[in-house]
């Protein structure tokens, strides 16, 4: 097989039922310079089986096998053993449009590092409803403050092309152990090591879950759950110096992760002087604008205050 120029990264765990359609997504792409690593992540079903199934009739596919270590330790193996120019990212119960990689390659010119499109998410339990998300846009600060709050589809690794030489050069990897927000980590990240992105609103990923999803499940214990992405977050603000930028969006992550699971009283009674020295640490008051400026003083002084944020 001559070198790919993707290389596709498949994390599979208790997949079997559902990955074959994953893969005939990516063998039916009119792009073909593809390959597909599966990386079995210790599944104990009939995921393996399936997989070297699977890949027996197809030359672009391999599969790795490895114990159960999660879905970031499973995404960093096949990070390693790429060999494609490009990274994607695709999750072995999603699908893909026909066009999906030939739509993100059309993007790659002028020095581009990541080019990011649209996703769906189909409730297979309401019918078939779908929901689309696309990604925000703008300057790096734009990008990250978007990243920090969740407030688009930038969040995900899935639906976009991440050059694998960027990657490497910059050790990107997933954070193992991180149960909420790993691709977020991942992102901001990768964001801030990119040279340029573009971004596209055409829908070429497909998320199809029903009530019992993992998603689903997700929104139960969200804060507590998101905990390690909030540490995380707050060490990548440290780290680049971005506390004071980025201090709006630091205080809208933990209201959100509150307020998913206790509403607007209890997570401002949750919202503690902890948090607040967390979120205030490293920044410049006197850099602030004035509203921020206020949003700093009466948090600080009183943390029940977040109750009135939006």
């Known amino acids: 097989m001559n070198k790919p120029l993707i290389s596709v990264i498949m994390p599979c765990y208790q997949n079997a039922q559902s990955l074959a359609a994953s893969v005939r997504s990516v063998q039916a792409q009119t792009e073909p310079r593809w390959e597909l690593i599966a990386v079995n992540d210790g599944s104990t079903d009939d995921t393996g089986a399936v997989l070297e199934q699977l890949a027996g009739g197809e030359p672009r596919m391999r599969v790795i096998t490895q114990e159960n270590g999660g879905v970031s330790r499973a995404r960093n193996a096949g990070i390693a053993a790429a060999k494609g120019e490009w990274l994607f990212f695709l999750d ?46 703008g300057d790096l600060i734009s990008i990250l403050e978007s990243l920090i709050r969740g407030d688009s589809a930038l969040n995900s690794m899935c639906a976009r092309l991440y050059r694998a030489e960027m990657i490497r050069e910059h050790r990107i990897l997933t954070p193992p152990g991180v149960r909420v927000g790993e691709d977020v980590l991942f992102n901001l990240d990768a964001f801030r090591a990119a040279r340029a992105w573009r971004i596209s609103d055409q829908v070429i990923y497909i998320y199809e879950f029903g009530g019992d999803s993992a998603m689903t499940r997700a929104r139960t214990d969200r804060y507590l759950r998101s905990k390690d992405m909030l540490e995380g977050i ?72 977040s109750i009135m944020l939006p």
Do not use: N, W
């Open 92 to 137: 072995a119960d999603d699908l893909l449009t026909e066009d999906a990689l030939a739509h993100l390659l059309s993007m790659t010119g002028d020095g581009m590092d990541i080019v990011c499109a649209a996703y769906a998410m189909r409730y297979i339990d309401e019918g078939g409803r779908e929901e689309i998300h696309t990604c925000a846009d």
């Open 234 to 305: 707050g060490r990548f603000l440290d780290e680049s110096g971005l506390q004071t930028q980025l201090f709006r969006a630091h205080i809208d992550v933990y209201l959100r992760t509150l307020r998913v699971d206790r509403g607007r009283f209890r997570a401002a009674l949750a919202f503690d002087r902890c948090i607040v020295r967390r979120i205030c640490r490293g920044v410049d008051f006197g850099a602030l604008c004035a509203k921020q400026k206020i949003y700093y003083a009466a948090l600080t002084l009183l943390p029940f205050s």
